[in-house]
C-alpha cells in the first residue's frame, strides 16, 4: 500500500519559515519524481517545486529564491524548505510522487498539509 505522509504545515508570518516533510512508503521511493504542490481556496492545485530520482530541480516562478526542495532517499523522504514565505503563499500543499514503467503511469498523492502565513 502506497501512503504518502506530509507533515510541517502551520502558521506562520510573512517573512518567515516553514519546511515541509513528504515520508513515502509502499514505493521505490528513488526512481520517483517527487513534487510538491498547492492549492488555494477556490484555485486549481499547481506545482510548486518537483525533483527527479537523480536530484534535478525545477520551481514555479513565483517561489524561486526562496523554496527549496530536497530529497532523502535513505529516509525515503522529500522536502520543501519555504523561506521568506508571503500571504499568497498560503495554500494546502500537497505531495506527489510520480513514475512511469513502459506505458503505465503512476501518480500518488499525500492528504495535504495546510500552510497558512498571516500579514
Known amino acids: 500500500q502506497v501512503q504518502l505522509v506530509e507533515s510541517g504545515g502551520g502558521l506562520v508570518q510573512a517573512g518567515g519559515s516553514l519546511r515541509l516533510s513528504c515520508a513515502a512508503s509502499?514505493?521505490?521511493?528513488?526512481?520517483?519524481?517527487m513534487g510538491w504542490y498547492r492549492q488555494a481556496p477556490g484555485k486549481q492545485r499547481d506545482l510548486v517545486a518537483g525533483i527527479s530520482g537523480g536530484g534535478s530541480t525545477n520551481y514555479t516562478d513565483s517561489v524561486k529564491g526562496r523554496f527549496t526542495i530536497s530529497r532523502d532517499n535513505a529516509k525515503n523522504t522529500v522536502y520543501l524548505q519555504m523561506n521568506s514565505l508571503k500571504p499568497e503563499d498560503t495554500a494546502v500543499y500537497y505531495c506527489?510522487?510520480?513514475?512511469?514503467?513502459?506505458?503505465?503511469?503512476?501518480?500518488?498523492w499525500g492528504q495535504g498539509t495546510q500552510v497558512t502565513v498571516s500579514s
Open positions: 506527489n510522487a510520480n513514475r512511469i514503467i513502459g506505458r503505465v503511469a503512476l501518480d500518488y
Open positions: 509502499g514505493i521505490s521511493f528513488s526512481f520517483y519524481n
